[in-house]
């Protein structure tokens, strides 16, 4: 498993955690359930760290790296452009047609929900992260997969 | 004295559930265990029979999704299954994820 593979991994993991405590929760309140996971305060409190996580990931760290990874420079070789720029270009302005369609399936598929909200920046930052691995290896010379 | 009361049935089938559960604690984990434990090799037999191989990552997701959809409808009466047992549940679930998540398909590199 590669460092891609690996890290997509863990974000979809995060997701899944996010959708089944939530499921859980908002059963009980929706149903008036006798027994609520939501009053266990552990689960909550997981549900509120998973959430930080992600979103920290897919829009601090994500942009963050972005934006230093966008400046970067390596030491020119026989094969390697020091600033890279021919491997950079494409990737943010493309993706920004992938931010539109999200817009789009929020409002449409899921109503405007912010409950989705999540899923969504992760996906996105997501991409963006695994864009960024790929125009990397590709600009240093290893193999983008 | 009687080994086991015999539930009022005149009071509907839950009122049955719950009465079973109060004699015999253990009933409801041990049916969502039964769930869990079907599902999974089932599945993952049926799968290796088909295919050559059973993934059995997947399978525990599914099982364990399986046993979370039917332990929820539990929750809405008192007496049929405690906080206790469905943390369990989730917990398993998200620990099942996990290992599908992060297991590598035999058709990765």
Known sequence: MGEIKFIAGLVMFALFSIAITTYAISFANDNNAAVDLGNDSKFVNLNTQIKENVTKFSITDVNDSSTAFFTSTIEAGDETMGGGGAFKVGLSSVLGSVSSLMSVTKTYLFGGSNLFGIFLAAISGLLLYTGIRYVYKTWVGKNPD | ?109
């Open chain 2, 1 to 109: 004295m009687s080994l086991y009361n015999l539930p009022n049935s005149t009071t509907g089938i839950d009122a049955i559930i719950v009465d079973t559960a109060t004699a015999v604690p253990i009933f409801i984990p041990m049916l969502l265990m039964f769930i869990f434990v079907t599902v999974l090799l089932g599945g993952s037999t049926a799968q290796r029979k088909r295919t050559g191989f059973s993934d059995l990552p997947l399978w525990s997701v599914l099982a364990s999704i399986s046993t979370l959809m039917v332990s929820l409808p539990l929750t809405l009466v008192v007496g049929i299954i405690n906080v206790l047992t469905l943390s369990i549940v989730v917990v398993v679930t998200l620990l099942c994820g996990l290992w599908f998540f992060t297991s590598r398909n035999r058709y990765e590199v």
